[in-house]
């Protein structure tokens, strides 16, 4: 019997994986992918990282071309917008190209991610940047290099915005920068931008850099950025940006900035809006509702990605984590349940690292004491500072862990960790532990290997956990 196709909104991480696993469980069924834009199966992670030189090409953070799609059996329509859902009727209506035409699907999956927020600041103003989508890596590529010196092989053969590059890169480039928001973003661009040799200011509205990770680490962070030759204005809320046609300068605290670049870090929001009018349950900042196995309240219609909620491994209630793995993994889970394979989307802990220049710094879990308390523990925390390596051997450099427990039931409920050597990676243990349900005693028995270039015998992670155990005793 013929079946309407699966169909899939978003060609990036959550889509594409779904498309993919899908048409692997069932090769005799279609799928058709609908994306927007013209980039698919991209790593957003690392547009810092062609910005600052260290990848070389654009289209090097591809994980997937076209063809490769095409090759997988999957029918990918770029420049196709999806702009309304019947539910009752299970089509979809898109438009391209000035047209529009009605889908029908047998299942729905919204993977329609997450755009960056701009707030009331003016992003209109030449030398105002988002960084989100490689369109808008390539346009900072190209305002950083003097007039008629943009090296377009930077750009390789992707559908970049040739316009916006061209324009760009006809302006005469920045001297210094201000970096609205101290959080991921703002400090991987502080990093990138001082090694295109700008002068760098970075302002963080609340007390400390990079909030979900604590005091411990930002204040680390924060002295780290200074040594590397970055202003760090904390306590500093932004009001506003001042220019006629190109940003000229930003405003503070009764105070002016002359600039010739602001990157706006100031948060990002789920492209929640299609499923608008439905009756859609929504969860946190209005994302997507979900259950486990990432279907929404509506028949037949799923999400996943940046768009969709997870359910949190410590508190046990639905969350907006919008992270790489979780929505590679939410949609590869999806294209398996609507495959007939009924695949759990799984939870999160919001594990993730950043790095800083020379620091690598970790989190996971409820590291926040009002968030904890919020959800209903009794939290305790310990900070401690260990070598993570035996001392005698070269390479060992100081790593700094705080561990927070639940004072009643002992369970670890999260922690962070900052070093320069190898700490983000120790991450994982404490990501382990959390889901493993583990308590601080259980997490100090582990057997962590141990070796002189790798570890001192008591891994960092460890003596934080002996710490913890210690005052709960």
């Known amino acids: 019997m013929n079946r309407d196709p699966f169909v899939v909104v978003g060609g990036d991480a959550a889509g594409l994986?779904?498309?993919?696993?899908?048409?692997?469980?069932q090769p005799d069924r279609d799928v058709v992918v609908f994306e927007q834009g013209q980039w698919v199966s991209y790593a957003h992670c690392g547009l810092p990282y062609f910005i600052e030189g260290t990848v070389d090409?654009?289209?090097d953070l591809l994980s997937l071309s076209p063809t490769d799609v095409a090759e997988r059996g999957i029918d990918l329509r770029r420049g196709h917008e999806v702009v309304s859902v019947s539910p009752t009727e299970r089509t979809v209506t898109v438009r391209s190209e000035g047209e529009r035409f009605d889908q029908p699907y047998s299942e729905l999956l919204v993977a329609t991610g997450a755009r960056a927020t701009t707030r009331s600041f003016d992003a209109t103003l030449d030398g105002v940047f988002t960084v989100h989508g490689l369109d808008s890596a390539a346009a900072i590529d190209a305002y950083l290099a003097a007039p008629g010196e943009y090296d377009r092989n930077r750009l390789g053969d992707g559908p970049v915005d040739r316009g916006r590059v061209d324009h760009n890169a006809a302006l005469a480039p920045p001297e210094r920068a201000a970096i609205v928001g101290g959080g991921y973003v703002g400090v991987e661009m502080a990093e990138a931008l001082v090694a295109r040799g700008l002068d760098v200011h970075l302002f963080q509205r609340s007390s400390h850099l990079l909030p979900p990770f604590g005091e411990a680490v930002a204040e680390r962070v924060a002295a780290h950025l200074g040594e590397r030759g970055v202003a760090v204005h904390t306590d500093t809320p932004v009001e506003r940006l001042v220019g006629d046609g190109r940003i000229e300068a930003?405003?503070?605290?009764?105070?002016?900035?002359?600039?010739?670049?602001?990157?706006?870090?100031?948060?990002?929001?789920?492209?929640?809006g299609l499923l608008d009018g439905t009756g859609v349950d929504r969860g946190p900042n209005g994302a997507l509702h979900v259950d486990d196995y990432g279907r929404t309240s509506l028949p037949a219609i799923y999400a996943a990605g940046d768009v969709a909620t997870s359910r949190h491994t410590v508190m046990g209630r639905s969350t907006w984590m919008p992270l790489g793995l979780t929505a590679n993994r939410a949609g590869r889970?999806?294209?398996?349940?609507?495959?007939?394979?009924p695949t759990p989307v799984g939870d999160v802990a919001g594990t993730a690292v950043v790095k800083a220049f020379d620091l690598e710094c970790g989190r996971v879990g409820l590291v926040d004491g009002d968030e904890a308390t919020d959800a209903g523990f009794d939290p305790v925390r310990e900070t401690i500072t260990a070598e993570s390596r035996s001392g005698y051997y070269p390479g060992a450099a100081d790593t700094t862990v705080t561990l927070v427990a639940d004072r009643g039931s002992r369970r670890v409920l999260g922690g962070t960790i900052v070093g320069s050597d190898r700490a983000a990676i120790r991450i994982d243990t404490l990501a382990t532990a959390l889901d493993a349900n583990l308590r601080v005693d259980e997490l100090e028995r582990l057997d962590l290997a141990y070796a002189p270039p790798f570890s001192p015998v008591w891994d960092p992670i460890l003596v934080a956990a002996k710490v913890l155990n210690g005052r709960l005793a």
Do not use: H, Q, W, Y
Request: charged share 25%.
């Open 17 to 25: 994986s779904a498309a993919s696993k899908f048409r692997r469980e």
């Open 57 to 59: 090409r654009l289209t």
């Open 250 to 272: 930003i405003a503070f605290d009764d105070d002016r900035l002359s600039v010739e670049m602001a990157v706006l870090g100031v948060g990002i929001e789920p492209n929640a």
């Open 333 to 341: 889970a999806v294209g398996a349940t609507v495959a007939g394979d």
